[in-house]
């Protein structure tokens, strides 16, 4: 939910800045809290049981998703310090 604010509130500074909307109407929100939630990460033998179970045809579609959960998880948001810090390098 934060990340589609964010992403809804940089749009519409751009159209306040491109005199295409008076004001934002992103002013004053209050997002509720983020709540951390434990998730299962799931170990190499897990992965290979699945692999193994879902057979020849689709196993490596779960090696692909491995990999895009993995690449997800660890790409910094765009415009974070993070980000601007790696950058950098």
Do not use: F, W
């Not at 005199?19 to 033998?45: E, F, Q, W």
Request: with cysteine.
């Amino acid at each position: 939910m934060h990340r589609h604010y964010d992403v809804l509130s940089a749009i519409m500074n751009l159209a306040v800045l491109e005199d295409l909307v008076a004001r934002t109407p992103c002013r004053g929100i209050k997002l509720p809290a983020i709540r951390h939630t434990d998730r299962h990460i799931v170990t190499a033998d897990e992965l290979a049981a699945l692999v193994d179970a879902l057979g020849p045809d689709y196993g490596l579609m779960a090696y692909l998703g491995a990999i895009l959960g993995l690449r997800r998880q660890s790409a910094p948001v765009c415009g974070s310090a993070e980000s601007t810090s790696s950058e950098a390098r």
